[in-house]
């Protein structure tokens, strides 16, 4: 669970425009512009993965559940049923 394969394209925009900031004459309008979308790109890859992690979570809680569901019918099932001789009485 990364994200997207985009994430190392921002990190670059960010570096980039950290780097244009100091380029005279327009550098400061045009590498605020890079670190502000890179910084929103990478936020985007951050939102994503939590999602990825929380869906993952919430699969295995239910298939937990359901395995939970599945051995208290079975364990009802033989409590239903007579003892078979090798089992006792």
């Not at 670190?35 to 939102?47: A, I, T």
Request: net charge negative; with cysteine; hydrophobic share 40%.
């Amino acid at each position: 669970m990364e994200g997207t394969k985009y994430g190392p394209i921002f990190l670059g925009c960010v570096i980039v425009g950290a780097i244009l900031v100091f380029v005279p004459p327009n550098g400061i309008i045009a590498g605020g512009q890079f670190v502000y979308f890179g910084m929103k790109g990478l936020l985007v890859e951050q939102q994503i993965a939590k999602g990825e992690i929380e869906f993952g979570r919430e699969y295995q809680l239910r298939e937990q559940e359901e395995r939970f569901r599945q051995a208290e019918h079975e364990r009802q099932l033989r409590l239903r049923r007579p003892a078979l001789p090798e089992e006792g009485s």
